[in-house]
Nanobody, 123 residues
Framework: QVQLVESGGGLVQAGGSMNLSCAVSGRTFSGYAIGWFRQAPGEDRAIVARIAWNDYSPYYTDSVKGRFTISRDRDKNTVSLQMNSLKPEDTALYYC????????????????WGQGTQVTVSS
C-alpha cells in the first residue's frame, strides 16, 4: 500500500521554526517528485516546495524562498521541510504528495497524497 504520512506540525510563534517530515512507503519513488503543498481556509491548495527523488532539483514558491528548505533522505525514505522565520501567513494545512513528473508544481499532477498536518503561526 502506497502511503505518505506527514508529521511535525503544531503551533509556533512568528519568527520561529518548524520541521515537517513526510514518510513515504509502499513503492519505489525513483523518477518521482515529492512536493509539499499548503491550503489555508478559503484558499486553493498550492505548492510550497518540491524535490526530485533521484536528484536534488528543488523548487520553492517565491513566498518561502530563503526561509524554507526541502530535503530528502533516501535511506530513511523521508522528505523534510525545514521552515524558518515563520510568518502568520504561513498558517495552513500542509500536505506532502508524489508525482510521476519530476518538475510537477500543480496539485492536479500529484496522484498520491498524505493526510495533512496543521501548521499554525501566531503573531
Amino acid at each position: 500500500q502506497v502511503q505518505l504520512v506527514e508529521s511535525g506540525g503544531g503551533l509556533v510563534q512568528a519568527g520561529g521554526s518548524m520541521n515537517l517530515s513526510c514518510a513515504v512507503s509502499g513503492r519505489t519513488f525513483s523518477g518521482y517528485a515529492i512536493g509539499w503543498f499548503r491550503q489555508a481556509p478559503g484558499e486553493d491548495r498550492a505548492i510550497v516546495a518540491r524535490i526530485a527523488w533521484n536528484d536534488y532539483s528543488p523548487y520553492y514558491t517565491d513566498s518561502v524562498k530563503g526561509r524554507f528548505t526541502i530535503s530528502r533522505d533516501r535511506d530513511k525514505n523521508t522528505v523534510s521541510l525545514q521552515m524558518n522565520s515563520l510568518k502568520p501567513e504561513d498558517t495552513a494545512l500542509y500536505y506532502c504528495a508524489a508525482a510521476s513528473y519530476v518538475f510537477a508544481t500543480e496539485p492536479r499532477s500529484y496522484s498520491i497524497w498524505g493526510q495533512g498536518t496543521q501548521v499554525t503561526v501566531s503573531s
